[in-house]
């Protein structure tokens, strides 16, 4: 069984910062991608960042420049800094993984319970 932890949204002005992270627990075996989604009210769920083994990361243009988005292999954790942040950023924000459980298996999407981000103008 594997489970993706999310922590650190909250509530902030705008112009503000937060941090968000995720930790990945449980029979894992690999980690492909670990991304940052997030649903706005009304609004289909977005990819805001990902970031694949030993790559950079990939940012929406709504992130560049305001985000940054962190991978420790080592501990299956993926971090989102967010700082300038805007009243457009709130939203419920989720943790994705691509992981495989074993030497033989297949990669599958793993999802947090999702933290909300709220930017008060």
């Known amino acids: 069984q594997v489970q993706l932890v999310e922590s650190g949204g909250g509530l902030v002005q705008a112009g503000g910062s937060l941090r968000l992270s995720c930790a990945a627990s449980?029979?894992?075996?690999?980690?492909?991608?670990m991304s940052w989604y997030r649903q706005a009210p009304g609004k289909q769920r977005e990819l805001v960042a990902a970031?694949?083994?030993?790559?950079?990361?990939n940012y929406a243009d709504s992130a560049k420049g305001r985000f940054t988005a962190s991978r420790d292999n080592a501990k299956n954790t993926v971090s989102l800094q967010m700082d300038s942040l805007k009243p457009e950023d709130t939203g419920v924000y989720y943790c994705n993984a691509v992981i495989r459980v074993g030497d033989y298996s297949t990669f599958h999407d793993y999802w947090g319970q999702g933290t909300q981000v709220t930017v008060s103008p």
């Open positions: 970031i694949t083994t030993n790559s950079s990361p």
């Open positions: 449980g029979s894992i075996f690999s980690i492909r991608t």
